[in-house]
């Protein structure tokens, strides 16, 4: 059985920074490109940063030098460090999976953060 588990979310002040931590389980994690998404109410899930599985990150233009998505295939986890947090970031943020080789992928239950005043 396939999990990935998030946490490290919460309420945090404009300008506050957190971290964002996915472990997976069922997996071949070093086969799977690993990535961070997120929907806030009323819109559609975007896609935040991505991961390959040797490492080779690419961030959406919301998160470019504010976010840093990084992975420890030793411990089968990825993280999002979120740092100069805006309101408009706040959303619920889900950890993707995606098999490099097949097509499988996989979602997390997702993690609520919220910034504000």
């Known amino acids: 059985q396939v999990q990935l588990i998030e946490s490290g979310g919460g309420l945090v002040e404009p300008g506050g920074s957190l971290t964002l931590s996915c472990v997976a389980s069922?997996?071949?994690?070093?086969?799977?490109?690993m990535g961070w998404y997120r929907q806030a109410p009323g819109n559609q899930r975007e896609w935040v940063a991505v991961?390959?599985?040797?490492?080779?990150?690419n961030y959406a233009d919301s998160a470019k030098n504010r976010f840093t998505i990084s992975r420890d295939n030793a411990e089968n986890s990825v993280t999002l460090r979120m740092n100069s947090l805006k309101p408009e970031d706040t959303a619920v943020y889900y950890c993707h999976a995606s098999a490099v080789y097949t097509s499988d992928r996989y979602w997390g239950q997702g993690t609520q953060v919220t910034v504000s005043s």
């Open positions: 069922g997996i071949i994690f070093e086969d799977y490109t």
């Open positions: 991961i390959s599985s040797l490492g080779t990150v």
